[in-house]
């Protein structure tokens, strides 16, 4: 009997012939993971400080770039056939790569439990509002249940199973009938002739959208490990995740505006239609936490000797005592806060993938430790943090994962050169 989809040591390539996704899968995955609650909630925090206009072209610019590198980084899994930290280990070393292995369990157990936060919220909106019912623990269980079987499942059988056969057509028909109210119900052009309070310059927009597909780079490797073709994994994950991340990003910026606030968003949708579009995106925001579930796993399996599926419960159970207990206060920051540890990260991983390695794995065991991965990281997440205090008008993500890609490439070509020299 083939071993599933979820079985493979991380730390291990996933063989030719498992290697089963193709563009659409990769299309259908991403697509539904650049569609949901917590991407229209951070739509909605770009107005009123930016107007319409401002948050459209801003979700525009920040989506291209976020996932295009979101797609390279996708490239890297399908190159190696490894999981995201097990990839890292060649840039950061064996041990080096536990630290990130670390911090990416950590978030991903706080993505999880917000997740499953607001699908319980949406949830008990819609009930509250049709049926006067409201039962927030029933709703927390639920879903908690549901993301941590998935998870479970693992990717491959995910996709097939769930995603292809029905869940993106469930999706599909929720964003197409919100889209629908929204140019039914409000005057768009009403809505795009409203000034900005200017609270938020541009670039801190920006910064905020393409925060959302760099969230997703500790992850992405863990399913185009399962790809047939490079090429596939980028077309497949870039056109998908960048289609979907507009779409419902601007509805949430929009949305918003007409409601008064981002506050009244949940209360906006679930009267949108009696509330049927937000059902089925609450039905479908389970694949969002089955990702942070089943990674959160596959991260941690690379660090001990135990089944992702058993890591895969355990995750579920936490995330969802946690949802149980924590405010979905601060999400902006929390947000933010991701973005100063891993946009540096991946600059330092894509440099050394395809300009360093030229896309070529190591054939002999990673080192320990690489130092100069470590320490160029290191100055990313400190070039981050200094920009936005100093400087948060233009933003600090793609600055900061400049600064580490650029700083890993000089350590590479000093190293270079000083070989050179002494070989003469």
């Known amino acids: 009997m083939a071993p599933s989809d979820d079985s493979y040591d991380p730390l291990t390539p996933v063989p030719g012939d498992r290697r089963v996704f193709g563009a659409f899968d990769a299309f259908s995955l991403w697509f539904s993971l650049g569609i949901g609650l917590l991407v229209l909630q951070a739509g909605a925090f770009l107005v009123p ?35 995201a930290m097990g990839s890292l280990r060649l840039a950061l070393g064996a041990r080096g790569a536990a630290i990130p292995a670390v911090l990416n369990a950590v978030q991903l157990t706080g993505w999880g439990a917000f997740e499953i936060i607001a699908m319980r919220d949406s949830a008990d909106a819609l009930a509250k509002q049709s049926f006067g019912f409201s039962n927030p623990l029933l709703w927390t269980l639920l879903f908690g ?58 670039g801190a927009g920006v910064d905020l959208v393409v925060a959302m597909p760099l969230s997703w780079l500790p992850l992405i490797a863990d399913y185009t490990r399962f790809g047939r ?47 049927i579009a937000l059902l089925l995106i609450v039905i479908d925001e389970t694949d969002n936490t089955f990702a942070d579930i089943h990674s959160a796993a596959i991260s941690t399996a690379t660090l001990v000797p135990v089944k992702p599926t058993r890591l895969a419960l355990a995750f579920g159970a936490l995330c969802t005592l946690i949802a149980l207990a924590a405010p979905m206060g601060q999400y902006e920051g929390f947000l933010l806060l991701i973005g100063s540890v891993f946009a540096p990260l991946f600059g330092v991983l894509l440099t050394d993938h395809f300009v360093v390695r030229r896309r070529r794995a190591a054939a002999a065991s990673p080192p320990i430790l690489n130092l100069p ?5 290191a100055v990313g997440i400190g070039a981050y943090q200094a920009l936005s205090r100093l400087a948060p008008d233009i933003g600090a993500t793609l600055p900061a994962f400049a600064v580490a890609a650029v700083v890993y490439l000089g350590f590479h070509l000093a190293k270079t050169r000083l070989f050179a020299a002494k070989a003469a």
Request: aromatic residues 10%; hydrophobic residues 60%; proline residues 1%.
């Open 49 to 83: 400080g930016l107007s319409l206009g401002a948050a459209l072209a801003a979700i525009v610019t920040g989506s291209g770039l976020g996932a295009l590198l979101l797609a390279a980084a996708g490239v890297v899994g399908a190159d190696t056939g490894l999981s």
């Open 145 to 202: 249940v549901l993301a941590t079987s998935l998870a479970i499942l693992g990717p491959v059988s995910f996709v097939r199973r769930f995603l292809r056969a029905w869940g993106l057509w469930l999706l599909l028909a929720g964003a197409g009938w919100l889209s629908w109210r929204l140019l039914a119900d409000h005057d768009l052009g009403a809505l795009l002739a409203k000034a900005g309070t200017g609270e938020m310059s541009f």
């Open 229 to 275: 073709t490079p090429g596939g994994m980028f077309r497949g994950s870039f056109v998908g995740y960048l289609l979907a991340n507009i779409w419902f990003m601007g509805l949430g910026a929009a949305y918003a505006l007409a409601a008064g606030g981002e506050g009244l968003l949940l209360t906006a949708l679930a009267a949108t239609g009696g509330g």
């Open 373 to 377: 991965g470590l320490a160029a990281w």
